[in-house]
Every structure is written in structure tokens, then in C-alpha cells.
């Protein structure tokens, strides 16, 4: 049986569908935009994964990446750590820039405050 593991402050945005028939980890700090496709074993921590992508079997991103959006990770594609990557099929692009991964980080830190605000209204 497989199983999904998601990480902490890791955020799963509307219309997403997340599937596997293999064991998934999907790392901490992790950004899905909507209507993303995941079927990949492994998201590392520190990613984002933008709006519209498809990520198919067996594909693993590595840490520190940043998937453009309406990307198609082909099946088995290994994109390594630090990476950004675009298009169908996804090409990596060159290394995510500090701009980029400082973008990320703030967007995970307003999810993270809006938990915080929602638990303590009681929702």
C-alpha cells in the first residue's frame, strides 16, 4: 500500500489532485499551486511547484527548486536540488535565483500566519 507523506508548513492549494501507487514524500516548505497534478514519488523541502503543473510518475524534484507554472515533469525526470524548471516537457532553465527562493519563503511564512490567525478565531 503506498502512502503520502506531506511535510510541515507545507501548503496544498485548491483544485490539486495529489495520487500515487508508489510511496510519496512531499518534503517541508513546500508550495503546490492550484490545479497542480502530483503523481511523482518525491518533492524535496523548500519548493515550489507552480500553479497548473503535472508532475508524473517516478519524477523526483530535489530541494531548493522552483517549478514554473503549466510545467509537465516528464515520467522519471529528476530535476536536482536548486533547480528551475519550465515548460512541457519541463527543461531545467538554470539554478532558482535568491529572488525566487526569498519569494517562496515569505509565501510559506504568510500561510504559516494565517494558520496561526484561522486557530485562533477557532477554525
Known amino acids: 500500500m503506498a502512502g503520502i507523506n506531506i511535510g510541515e508548513?507545507?501548503?496544498?492549494e485548491d483544485?490539486?489532485?495529489?495520487?500515487?501507487?508508489v510511496p510519496m514524500i512531499i518534503g517541508?516548505?513546500?508550495h503546490i499551486g492550484h490545479s497542480a497534478v502530483i503523481h511523482c514519488s518525491k518533492i524535496g523541502n523548500n519548493v515550489l511547484i507552480g500553479n497548473n503543473t503535472t508532475i508524473l510518475d517516478q519524477a523526483e524534484i530535489g530541494d531548493f527548486?522552483?517549478?514554473?507554472?503549466?510545467?509537465?515533469i516528464s515520467r522519471g525526470m529528476k530535476?536536482?536540488?536548486?533547480?528551475?524548471?519550465v515548460?512541457?516537457?519541463a527543461e531545467i532553465k538554470g539554478e532558482a535565483t535568491k529572488e525566487?527562493?526569498?519569494?517562496?519563503?515569505?509565501?510559506?511564512?504568510?500561510?504559516?500566519?494565517?494558520t496561526e490567525e484561522y486557530k485562533g478565531q477557532g477554525l
Open 15 to 21: 483544485n490539486c489532485v495529489v495520487h500515487t501507487a
Open 100 to 114: 525566487q527562493l526569498a519569494s517562496l519563503e515569505k509565501s510559506i511564512q504568510i500561510y504559516i500566519e494565517l
Open 79 to 85: 530535476i536536482p536540488t536548486n533547480s528551475f524548471a
Open 65 to 72: 527548486c522552483i517549478i514554473g507554472a503549466n510545467s509537465l
Open 28 to 30: 517541508d516548505n513546500v
Open 87 to 89: 515548460g512541457a516537457p
Open 9 to 12: 508548513n507545507s501548503q496544498i
